[in-house]
């Protein structure tokens, strides 16, 4: 069984049932921002950085395995035998491999938009290579950074979330994002390792109406593993559900974990 490594983890809430929540590729817990006060009433909400984000370890390996044992070590450390495991893209393929291997320690499990196959790198890759790019040397601001990066990466919203890994460090500037590691693992962060086994607990999957990340032909092989999932749709939504529409992604969230 692979071990995993300690992560950085941001705590609220009090001693109602667990919920996980796991951030996306270049993100960190704190993309909960928005959803973390409103489910800490009830919930004891835990928002790790995965390995290689945040304030968490840097790791060779970032497969899907691995990030899972991740996740079952951090439950291990807060003595937990169970949680409810929320993640978004990155985070909800940890979430799945997660379920799938270990179906025990998932109490229910909620995906937003991402399906269990492969996807497309090449994105991401030429993201990888713009901030590789960045003359971090001769930079004098987080401004001209954005500025620097705007012809590789055209979103500015993209771009400034990709800047919240830029750090001041011994007087410069530095990413806090290996991204060495980050551009040798994409084949690995964009693939699917095919696990065998079914989750069969309640699960649910969210999914943006403008985001191409969950489609209707991917409904028949979620349920192929996980026979209990539900799929709800926020229309006027892309990728990022939790932030484009906090109430409308909240409102499905707590629908679904009343029906538990």
Known sequence: MTEGVSLHCRRSGGDGPALVLLHGLYGSGSNWARVAPAMAGTYRVLMPDLRNHGQSPTHSRMDYPSMAADIRALL??????????LGHSMGGKVAMQLALAEPERVQALIIADMAP??????????????LQA??????????AA???LAD?????GIRQFLLTNLQRRNGGWAWRLPL????DQLPEIMGWPGVEGRYSDPALFIHGG???????????PILELFPQARFRCLEDCGH??????????????????EKL
């Open 210 to 220: 403008r985001s191409p990340y969950l489609q209707d032909s991917d409904h028949a």
């Open 146 to 148: 954005d500025a620097a």
């Open 240 to 257: 990022w559900l939790h932030v484009e529409d906090p109430e409308g992604f909240l409102q499905e969230v707590k629908a679904f974990l």
């Open 152 to 156: 590789d990466i055209p979103s500015a």
């Open 76 to 85: 291990d450390a807060e003595g937990l035998s169970e949680a409810i495991v």
């Open 180 to 183: 060495e590691v980050l551009a």
């Open 117 to 130: 196959r492969a996807y497309d790198g090449a994105e991401h890759a030429g993201i990888i290579r713009a």
């Open 134 to 143: 960045l003359p971090l040397e001769t930079l004098d601001s987080r401004s």
